[in-house]
């Protein structure tokens, strides 16, 4: 039965043993909160998400190709797993750094397990995509067309789309003492060719490498004039096998298999830069030939091959995937793109608008009557851009404040920003270069948005700035009134699409003096200023929330806590919460992705429930929710429980006060509480289980019950 916020506190209270109590047989109970085994290892916590993630392709409750989508997501998440995560480990044991993680592994033995596990997830992936989905979409009339399968029209034009479009943009490199192998661009396609013969040079090589074209699509449609019927899909890689021999005129292709090469693609940047953003742009380019940490070969490569090429990549059978199809099926997400078949994917739905937002023209007039919280994808992302738009325009806005971590080059943010500067108001721009994969376009909105005339600073070394604020500055009736924007989420309207997060925008005089001494903060110099409402890491986020962890428990029975994070790794707060659930407590986290802490231990954590909820749209809403005595403290954040989050970024936690808010984020919670078909429970040895109705019991999947209530019936 799913667990919700409103009912008694103590109706389901453990009996745990509160550290240096007296048990019943007066044996003295001492439960040690730092031994490693009350901890998860980080590392197979996330691989153990991305595997949540690739379930979801055989979730018949989802769509073929979002099935699809999801296989492919699984091998987009493991690409960044192995670039940082493995990469950082491999990183440690290289420098001499080794440092032992909370679980008591230390880099070699927790490389070892990732090995084991990431082994097993990965041959499950390609199980599941040559015995699952490729079937079923064979079932509706779509074909991945293999070259044993080419009619002879087919052929020929493929033969011809080979001449026209790869043969001419095609680089092939022959292994010789003149020609090394080559510098190969991380997790590009390549395949290793084995030949006989000699070339015109009179060059006896036996081997050459070749790049496929990054220009070039990995899946092509076939037209239908050569095809019977259905959608008929190619692989650029089938193509370049079946014409390799034209790369090598007059020589014998004795074998052609594909490879692919992961690398470290971390960034290291030192903290006392003169120049951060000339800095970044050398380190970018650095990225694509770091250390290789993952191979990746076609089964039937030759096993000298694959140790050749594990030997020029330095690499060893441990960092060796044979896979069984292409070896980037990350790139299978063009399905969407080239199938027409809207039956097989997502309904359509229109995210809503709240009726004091639709009834007024100014959101200035709807923020000054009370605060708005909207809840995205199921609430429209609009209302914050209309926001800016209507202040960049408004004659009475005089400065315009706003940190942007990710968002796009072009997005109508960035042009509500670039307007406002253009009509000459005082616009400045925190923008964090460091935010992981979009460091290049952020660099390019740096840029666009100094040419606009906007104030651009890149925060403080040392710290990424990850909250989500934005400040209008407005003259009202003689006087400066601050209307502020705060959110869980990024300001990207695509993500805003696909990701759950909470837009909050309110006048409250508090927290606009608090926010804009942040700003002063980020962009000036000076001490710590006095904040009022708000928590701020590095200074204050992390030690209020173990203040207020505390209360709860200095509650007993009557205390309780829900936490909804993506992750969850911070020691310290770990143990708040595990003495918290000693001391009676009833704890729910909501945690997508990494958890170290192990729940439902007895004497330890009995009282703690972790579920992670898989499904539509990413989870990435942050709340702290506390009990209070039942006058309830509810915080959302930007901030996970994560040491980088709060001890080494810029976030920022908000608290919810108006009462209908509060009940409206409290039915929230307690709807993916009640989930019980798209959550997943972490046992105590470390398994996620996923729920399933009882007998006789609905389907709840918490997202579709938000989708219905706040956006209306998809």
């Known amino acids: 039965m799913a667990t919700e916020i409103t009912q008694d506190p103590g109706a389901e209270a453990g009996t745990g043993v509160v550290a240096g ?28 998400f991305n595997y949540r993630v690739l379930k979801q392709a055989l979730d018949t409750t989802h769509p073929l190709i979002n099935r699809l989508i999801f296989c492919c997501i699984f091998s987009s998440n493991m690409d960044e ?42 041959q499950e992936q390609y199980e599941i995509l ?48 003149s020609h090394p192998f080559p510098r190969l661009v991380n997790k590009s396609l390549n395949f290793i060719v084995e030949l006989d013969g000699k070339d015109a040079f009179g060059r006896e090589t036996g081997l050459a490498i070749v790049p496929a074209p990054r220009s070039l699509p990995r899946l092509v449609r076939l037209p239908d004039e050569v095809c019977t019927g259905g959608e008929n899909l190619v692989f650029l890689s089938s193509m370049i096998h079946a014409h390799a021999d034209e790369l090598f005129p007059g020589m014998e292709v004795k074998g052609c298999y594909q490879f692919r090469l992961t ?20 380190e970018l380019l650095s990225r694509r030939f770091g250390d290789g940490v993952r191979l990746e070969v076609a089964d039937n490569c030759p096993e000298e091959l694959t140790q050749f090429l594990l030997t020029e990549f330095g690499l060893t059978e441990r960092d060796l995937y044979r896979v069984h199809g292409p070896v980037n099926l990350t790139r299978l997400m063009a399905v969407s793109g080239l199938v027409d078949r809207p039956d097989l994917n997502y309904s359509a739905f229109s995210p809503s608008i709240p009726k004091q937002i639709r009834s007024k023209d100014s959101m200035f007039d709807s923020i000054s009557k009370r605060p708005i919280l909207l809840l995205h994808p199921f609430e429209n992302f609009s209302p914050v851009v209309d926001l800016l738009r209507q202040a960049a325009k408004d004659p009475h806005v005089l400065a315009i404040r706003q940190t942007l971590y990710r968002t796009g080059v072009d997005s109508e943010i960035v042009a509500a920003l670039a307007d406002a500067a253009q009509r000459g108001k005082e616009v400045t721009a925190v923008i964090e270069l460091r935010a992981r994969f979009s460091e290049a376009e952020n660099l390019e ?22 909250s989500k604020m934005i400040l209008v500055v407005r ?18 309207a695509g993500n805003a699409r696909l990701y759950t997060d909470y837009s909050y925008m309110t006048c409250d005089e508090s927290i606009g003096d ?14 710590a200023l006095k904040i009022k409402k708000l928590f701020h890491a590095p200074f204050t986020l992390h030690s209020r929330l173990l203040e207020l962890i505390e209360r709860e428990a200095a509650l007993g029975e009557k205390g309780r806590l829900v936490f909804k994070f993506n992750s969850l790794t911070e020691p310290q707060l770990i143990k708040a919460l595990y003495r918290a659930s000693q001391a009676g407590v009833q704890i729910d986290l909501i945690i997508r992705g990494i958890c170290c802490l192990r729940p439902g231990v007895p004497g330890l954590s009995e009282n703690i429930r972790v579920r992670s909820i898989i499904g539509r749209f990413l989870e990435h809403t942050r709340v702290y929710y506390f009990g209070n005595s039942g006058r309830p403290q509810v915080y959302c954040s930007s901030a996970d429980g994560m040491e980088r989050n709060l001890l080494s970024r810029v976030e920022v936690a908000f608290p919810i006060e108006d009462p209908d808010l509060v009940a409206r984020l409290r039915e929230d919670l307690d709807t993916y509480l009640a989930d019980n078909c798209q959550s997943w429970e972490l046992q105590p040895d470390g398994q996620y289980v996923q729920n399933q109705p009882a007998e006789e019991e609905d389907r709840f999947a918490s997202q579709l019950v938000l989708l219905e209530r706040l956006a209306g019936k998809p």
Request: aromatic letters at 8%; charged letters at 30%; glycine letters at 8%.
């Open 263 to 282: 690398r470290n693609a971390d960034l290291e940047l030192e903290d006392d830069l003169e120049d951060l953003a000339s800095a970044l742009r050398g």
């Open 514 to 527: 608090d926010v804009n001494k942040l700003f002063q903060q980020l962009t000036g110099m000076g001490k």
């Open 475 to 492: 003259r009202e009736e003689g006087r400066l009134r601050r209307y502020v924007h705060l959110g869980t989420g990024n300001y990207h």
């Open 445 to 466: 909105l740096a840029s666009r948005l100094q040419e606009a005339g906007v104030i651009v600073v890149y925060g403080v070394v040392g710290y990424k700035t990850h």
């Open 21 to 48: 109590a007296e048990s019943e047989d007066s044996e003295l109970n001492v439960i040690d909160l730092d031994a490693s085994e009350n901890y998860f290892n980080r590392e197979i916590s996330l691989l153990q």
């Open 130 to 177: 040559n015995n699952v989905l490729i079937p079923e979409m064979e079932k509706e009339d779509i074909h991945f067309v293999r070259r044993r399968e080419w009619t002879p029209a087919q052929a020929e034009w493929v033969r011809n789309y080979f001449e026209d479009e790869i043969l001419p943009v095609v680089s092939p490199i022959g292994l010789d003492p």
């Open 81 to 122: 797993f192995f670039e940082i995560r493995v990469a950082g480990l491999r990183q440690q044991m290289k420098y001499g750094r080794e440092t032992v993680g909370m679980d008591g592994l230390m880099p070699e033995q927790a490389l070892a397990e990732i090995s084991r596990v990431a082994h097993e997830y990965i």
